[in-house]
């Protein structure tokens, strides 16, 4: 038997599992959002990055990258463990088709393994549901956990897809978006040292004030 997997987040730049095959391609009728809470690697609890999940769409395609695992039980079931822990936020698998660019209308693999979720905030406690550009890219700018930050996630992302040949104009949207907020973040940090340093100066001026008031008195 064959196990055969299909990336659409970080899987597309870093499967972390042993796999034999690699093939670029895309499935229908998913498109990739940014819906999905992660709290134990890119962000927390109390700050949960936004990471991608698939929302089904009739119509769309969704590309990415199908691993290959063959040579036998063992080696299947050690990728299935490490992908069980890794996706861990991920409450649905489904079985797709998966097709290559030079035959868009026969399948290259089918029974290709997706890893998706519920799009139910009562159910799914992982889904954040949908929100404004600016709304998330706020989030991605400012949630780190673990593994990194939310926003490498996302550079990573908007990357691997370019690298592939295949950009994605919703990546790369919010890639921008969130660039901004780190922008506007970072001349406000600027303007508040900036800031400091002045009352820093002002303050040790009126001490020098003070401190010759003081001699002079004498």
Known sequence: MVLWVFGYGSLVWNPGFDFDERMVGFIKDYRRVFDLACID????????????????????????????????TDKEKAAMQYLERRECEYDMKASVDFYKEDDPFKPAVKGV??????????????YLGPASLEDMARQIATASGPCGNNRDYLFLLEKAMVDIGHEDGTVIELANEVRKV??????????????????HQSLLHFSNLLETTVVNSR
């Open 41 to 72: 690697h890119r962000g927390t609890p109390a700050n949960p990055a936004r990471t991608c999940t698939l929302e089904a769409k009739k119509g769309t395609v969704c590309w990415g990258a199908a691993y290959c695992v063959k040579g036998g």
């Open 113 to 126: 393994l997706v890893f998706t979720s519920t799009p139910n905030k009562e159910t799914n406690r992982y």
């Open 182 to 199: 780190l922008a506007r973040l970072k001349k406000k940090k600027i303007s508040a040292s900036r800031a400091s340093i002045k009352s």
